[in-house]
């Protein structure tokens, strides 16, 4: 069997794994061009195929074969955004990932089924289509060979995302209607084709290419990939704002339209540029670019300083008896703000941040940690109505801002966040349809006296919107006992303070190997009620992990090392021990189309 990993551009090193009725599976890994070739002469059909991105870059991937034709001829089963459309229109759930289970392969994946399925999609995407020379009555986007190339197939994929729907499972969404959308489970029907982009996906084509040439030396190609009132993130230069994609080797890829938007009259749109490092390494970065006089180049964000926003999930489990049955998903912002520094963008005299927009509760406030081992400003335990008039810090220790949970399966209990938290939750769940995808939000920096610096700015979400019911559709990692047992308890082996911490994980879930590659973990420790200094360390390791045949993880954290790789304790500390008073968390971390997912276990003591 073979096929093409692709989500407009080819997904390249996807591990691909497919599963079979019986629960068997065999895997193989995408090449250059998204193609893959696996043996499946002994799996049992029907078959689910699931591709994961080990760079992060885009989401995971799934596709389905119903059956196998008697012969030697080889099958297609690509596996690209429009067949992870198709997996969803076969469940009640809408999560695509639900086929993926041998107990549902059977039931679900018939060859009436997924005809019917991809009946919908056809229609849904008549518009796209035929833009691209593709007829809805007969298009069949699993069968079908094509290559990543922006066009005919591969230029539908690109025109399309899959994002969460507000009360769990899919939606198929254009990027040029964020809006409006088609909800993908087995019981919903296209009301409306979704809106056809209003340019051919290889629109930026010739900018990829001038920008190219650019970076290369040719300064003279800068001018036409970069415009000339270029700012991002409170730079004026793309290689200063880019340096992992300026730097020497780096090689582009096909870029990928999130949004299309007008701005004052003017056709803009939110693009996610890819590029291979010189040492093999895949990355990206999302800018800003415009369309002026018939021609596009990169305009950026036009931010005066560094933040960047983002969307996030999280699994929360609490393992000591008081909280466990709390655990939760959690859903909301991440936003990011680096603490002011000379050299650097944003100003030495920062003190606080507010950020007003949809789906936040009034105002949120950020100002630096309390705490060793991160260099971002966190949000304050409790909801603010001002700018504080003093230095102030914070314990929060996060950044992530939540707006929705839902208690995990199986469980009872349910969270209310209390004045302690507030300033990192809403009031109570909100409803994630009032939030626009990829919405807009307004920062102000302040000084130590509630002095505003400069003027209020907007911060696009550069990921489409998250509420917590998305975390039943996530192949989440589960994390060892040697490690729960041994760290994660006060009777346990490394309840002592310890300098740096060995974690251990799965990626197997009930189904196969296939949860996503961690690319950090976290640690964070408060010391016990008395103990001096009462100041949390964190560590991180950072990663990403290699893909593991075996599905089984380790790293090592090191207390006091931040998110870069430098130390920030001097001399060398511990995380303190778990005793009374004293709380310990770890958190494996990785992104996937942009979202940043973190899955979390913690005891208070």
């Known amino acids: 069997m073979t096929g093409t990993v692709a989500v407009g551009s080819a997904v390249v090193g996807a591990n691909v794994t497919v599963i079979d009725s019986k629960g068997v599976s065999a895997a193989a890994v995408s090449d250059s061009s998204g193609n893959y070739s696996i043996d499946i002469t002994t799996l049992t059909p029907p078959l689910a195929i699931v591709a994961s991105d080990p760079s992060g870059i885009s989401p995971t991937l799934v596709s389905v074969l119903a059956g196998v034709p008697a012969g030697s001829a080889t099958i297609t089963a690509n596996v690209t955004t429009l067949t992870t459309a198709v997996a969803a229109l076969l469940t009640s759930s809408g999560n695509s990932l639900d086929v993926a289970s041998p107990a549902n392969l059977s039931s679900l994946v018939t060859q009436a089924n997924v005809a019917s399925a991809v009946t919908k999609l056809d229609t849904a995407l008549q518009s796209i289509l035929a833009m691209n020379g593709l007829n809805a009555s007969s298009f069949d986007p699993i069968g079908t060979p094509f290559k ?21 499972g899919t939606k198929l969404m254009s990027a040029s209607d964020p809006i409006n959308g088609f909800a993908l489970n087995v019981n919903s029907s296209p009301l409306a084709p979704l809106v056809a982009p209003p340019a051919a996906a290889n629109y930026l084509s010739a900018v990829v290419t001038a920008l190219g040439q650019c970076l290369g030396g040719n300064s003279a190609s800068c001018s036409q990939a970069i415009d000339s009132s270029y700012l991002e993130n409170g730079y004026s230069t793309f290689a200063a704002a880019h340096p992992a994609l300026a730097a ?35 990355g990206s970065t999302t800018t800003i670019v415009q369309q002026s006089g018939g021609t596009w180049d990169i305009v950026g964000n036009q931010q005066p300083y560094n933040v960047t926003i983002s969307s996030f999930l999280a699994r929360r489990q609490s393992l000591d008896a008081t909280n466990q049955p709390y655990s939760r998903y959690e859903a909301g912002l991440g936003i990011n703000i680096p603490v002011g520094a000379a050299g650097t963008p944003n100003p030495v005299n920062l003190a606080s941040a507010s950020v007003t927009g949809p789906g936040i509760s009034g105002s949120v406030y950020l100002v630096p940690r309390n705490g060793t081992g991160n260099t971002l400003l966190a949000l304050t335990s409790t909801a603010l109505q001002q700018a504080p008039t003093a230095p102030m810090t914070t314990n929060s220790n996060t950044s992530l801002y939540r707006w ?100 251990q994980w799965a990626n197997n879930t009930t189904t196969a190997n296939i949860a996503p590659l961690v690319m950090k973990a976290q640690i964070q420790a408060s010391p016990g009620t008395g103990v001096t200094p009462a100041t949390e360390v964190d560590g991180w390791w950072v990663g990403p992990a290699t893909y593991a045949p075996s599905g089984q993880y380790s790293a090592t954290v090191t207390a006091g090392m931040d998110q870069t790789g430098t130390q920030q304790c001097t001399p060398a500390c511990a995380f303190p021990a778990l005793q009374a008073g004293a709380s310990r968390l770890v958190q494996l971390g990785w992104t996937s189309g942009q979202v940043s997912f973190y899955n979390i276990w913690k005891y208070n003591d």
């Open 404 to 503: 929705s949970w839902q208690t995990l399966p199986g469980l009872t209990g349910t969270f209310a966040p209390g004045s302690n938290n507030s300033g990192l939750y809403t009031p109570q769940p909100i409803d994630t349809t009032n939030v626009p995808q990829y919405a807009n939000y307004t920062v102000t920096f302040y000084d130590a006296t509630g002095t505003a610096i400069g003027q209020p700015f907007t911060v696009t979400n550069v990921s489409p919107t998250l509420p917590a019911a998305a975390g039943n559709g996530v192949a989440w990692q589960s994390l060892l006992s040697s490690t729960t047992s041994a760290f994660l308890s006060p009777s346990g082996s490394a309840a002592s303070a310890q300098g740096a911490v060995n974690l």
């Open 148 to 168: 990543a190339n922006q066009t005919g197939a591969d230029a539908a994929i690109d025109a399309v995302q899959i994002v969460a729907a507000p009360t769990g």
């Open 248 to 282: 020497s080797g780096v090689t582009l890829g096909t870029p990928q339209t999130l949004k299309f938007f007008m701005s004052n009259g003017t056709q803009k749109a939110l693009v996610l540029l890819r590029y291979k490092a010189a040492d093999g390494t895949l």
